[in-house]
């Protein structure tokens, strides 16, 4: 993993072993699966809360983070296969001091990845509506 997805480019494979979250009209080249809750939370308290679930959790690894471009990746290893997904998140600040987010998780083999990076979205988006 190098640099980070450009969320507005963002192009998805044909497969179905990726999902992507994001607000409506965010990714000018790729319909979202759904869009994710805005947080009362600024941008900068939003990106500290993610980073701080994506470091307490034992199935991520490798994190990648700007809190200037409010940007982070990591990878997940899926629990049975032990298969390395790639996962980008972009912040998105908002008016009145709320923020939401973008966040894409793709497999990096195999057609189909059984709904794995789906449920790794909404975990991770239920973690920050819950915490």
Do not use: H, W
């Not at 993993?1 to 409506?24: G, H, V, W, Y």
């Not at 994710?36 to 991520?60: C, G, H, M, Q, V």
Request: proline share 6%.
């Amino acid at each position: 993993m190098s640099e980070f997805i450009p969320f507005k480019s963002l192009q998805r494979p044909p497969k179905p072993n990726t999902c992507l979250a994001a607000p409506d009209n965010f990714c000018l080249a790729s319909e979202a699966d759904f869009a994710p809750p805005e947080f009362d939370l600024s941008a900068a308290d939003l990106f500290t809360k993610i980073n701080e679930i994506i470091s307490a959790e034992r199935s991520f690894g490798r994190l990648t983070s700007d809190a200037d471009a409010l940007r982070l990746k990591f990878v997940a290893t899926t629990g049975l296969m032990r298969f390395k997904d790639d996962v980008d998140i972009e912040v998105i600040p908002l008016d009145d001091g709320k923020s939401t987010l973008a966040i894409y998780s793709r497999s990096r083999v195999g057609y189909s990845d059984l709904g794995a990076n789906r449920k790794r979205v909404t975990k991770l988006i239920a973690k920050l509506t819950t915490n």
